[in-house]
């Protein structure tokens, strides 16, 4: 069946990425957590802040709209067409790279060249690498459409390790290079993620593989853009459906990044804090890039694949509507108790996880408050995660038109909150402004659900629903852990060891009582997520 067919290689996508990427992206962690000892707090900030920011806004702005276009084209799609729509978001890196670029270097607060040097060449290396990456597009594209699932979590995964290798390599032994260190990464991770898709693609295409999996393209250059007689050189439909997606992505992209973006041009926190706050930040997504990320991407796959986009569900097949309905109420339950567990016990571990990184540079000040004001935004961006990523799945070319005027007035209030809360409280107040924007766009995406699902039998908004006993073992667990925390875990070694064991104990009993009142998430956890690794084992 097409639908349990998307449903197993969507479960096989997020076991890859979500395995592999916790065993590679944990290697980067720790070598962060070095990293963090060698560098200066501002140096973090301009580079995890200002030039972060800089790749990410060129590389989201030219590829964003494309991927959510063309991830819902079959695989007997035209892909001539659909690669030569592709390939423009290597000209549309070129050019917000170079306007960027500009903005970067001449409107914004450069730092102090005596405390920071070298940034225009950082400024340069990260736009440079944002188009590298992206001529890369096409054939991500294919490799997801195609469902080869190993390819991009390898890929990223060997790409991220050799970036940070090299990060502390140069940092050890040439630590006054500064900014150059970091700009030589940032080029060898672009390098390597081109490198390692030519490469794969080069070997895969024409060969026995592809044709038992009657893969489009014949030859290498059918990869590079073409013009056919008696053709358009383009997919029109699939080029409108973008154009709609592009217009929304300058909104996703404030509210995805709104918090840098008004670190950067409204210059609210210095870079010191500034990278206080990246880092905690990036501890705090840890769960979000390796869980979350490959669930919303991989799931998004199967919805696209199994609903047809803008039909009234009474008009697509009851079998495929109640597969989806049934899949959909039981992400939001996974994401909702891992939020939950995320929230419970992130508020009294904060410090100690803090202090065992970074050392006091990270738990001595605001740091420990911002992780527990974090875990609780983690809650929200893992429901917001699976309720959009159906969403958007499914909405009409004239919904996710429609929806685009809502993004402006939650862009616009984001910023307006995350000014006026960041003068109020500091860092805080940054994740203050993106809770309640989480909140907004989930109360969105769960009135489309409800409408959606009105004339079904189905009800996947009941995927949010927590069982009465659960919701005591949280709370105990919640009161023990911070008692713990408030008693304990500031004295000495054998204290701090007692609360991590009290913690663990409090987490077995969560875990067994979800297994327990759980039944269903369970089957759903095991059969399309624990053996699928298994199988490929």
Not at 173 to 195: D, E, K, R
Request: aromatic share 12%.
């Amino acid at each position: 069946m097409r639908s349990q067919e998307a449903l197993t290689n969507a479960a096989k996508l997020t076991s890859y990425s979500a395995g592999l990427q916790v065993l590679f992206r944990l290697l980067s962690f720790l070598l962060n957590a070095y990293t963090l000892r060698y560098v200066s707090k501002e140096t973090i900030g301009i580079v995890n802040v200002r030039l972060t920011l800089l790749y990410s806004t060129v590389v989201f702005l030219a590829r964003e709209a494309f991927r959510k276009a063309c991830l819902n084209v079959g695989v007997e799609q035209k892909w001539a067409q659909v690669i030569n729509l592709l390939w423009l978001t290597v000209p549309l890196g070129v050019l917000w790279s170079l306007l960027l670029g500009w903005v970067w270097l001449h409107l914004v607060t450069t730092p102090d060249p005596a405390l920071i040097p070298h940034y225009e060449v950082g400024v340069a290396a990260f736009g440079l690498s944002a188009i590298v990456e992206l001529l890369s597009e096409p054939l991500w594209i294919l490799a997801q459409v195609h469902m080869l699932v190993r390819l991009k979590v390898i890929a990223e995964s060997l790409a991220i390790v050799a970036k940070c290798v090299l990060t502390v390599l140069c940092i050890t032994i040439v630590p006054h290079w500064g900014l150059y260190i970091f700009s030589v990464a940032q080029l060898l991770y672009s390098g390597c993620l081109l490198t390692c898709y030519v490469l794969y693609f080069m070997k895969y295409i024409g060969s026995q593989e592809a044709q038992r999996k009657s893969f489009p393209l014949s030859t290498v250059s059918d990869v590079l853009p073409k013009y056919h007689c008696n053709q358009p050189i383009i997919d029109l439909r699939l080029a409108v459906l973008t154009w709609s997606f592009y217009k929304q992505s300058f909104l996703k992209q404030i509210l995805t990044e709104g918090e840098r973006y008004v670190m950067t041009f409204l210059n609210v926190l210095n870079f010191g804090d500034q990278g206080v706050y990246d880092v905690v930040n990036n501890l705090g997504s840890l769960v979000a890039r390796f869980m979350f990320l490959p669930i919303e991407e991989s799931f998004y796959v199967f919805f696209v694949k199994v609903l047809e986009r803008g039909k009234d569900i009474g008009h697509q097949k009851q079998e495929d509507v109640s597969m989806a309905a049934n899949v959909l109420e039981m992400l939001m339950k996974l994401m909702m108790l891992i939020g939950l567990t995320i929230t419970v016990f992130g508020y009294s571990y904060s410090h100690l996880a803090l202090n065992i990184y970074g050392g006091s540079m990270l738990s001595l000040g605001p740091g420990p408050t911002l992780l527990r004001c974090y875990c609780v935004y983690v809650l929200l961006l893992a429901i917001n995660g699976v309720t959009e990523c159906f969403t958007f799945a499914a909405m009409s070319k004239e919904e996710v038109d429609r929806y685009n005027f809502m993004m402006l007035a939650l862009s616009l209030t984001f910023l307006g909150f995350s000014y006026c809360l960041t003068w109020w409280q500091g860092g805080v107040g940054f994740i203050l402004a993106n809770c309640l924007n989480m909140g907004l766009r989930i109360t969105h995406s769960l009135q489309y659900i409800s409408r959606y699902f009105k004339h079904s039998k189905s009800q996947p908004l009941k995927g949010l629903l927590i069982p009465g006993p659960l919701l005591l073992v949280y709370l105990g667990s919640g009161t023990v852990t911070a008692l713990s925390q408030a008693t304990l875990s500031e004295q000495c070694l054998m204290s701090q060891l007692v609360h991590v064991l009290l913690g663990a104990l409090c987490l077995s009993i969560t875990l067994v009582t979800i297994f327990f009142t759980e039944p269903r998430l369970v089957w759903f956890v095991r059969t399309q997520f624990l053996s699928q690794g298994k199988k490929e084992m």
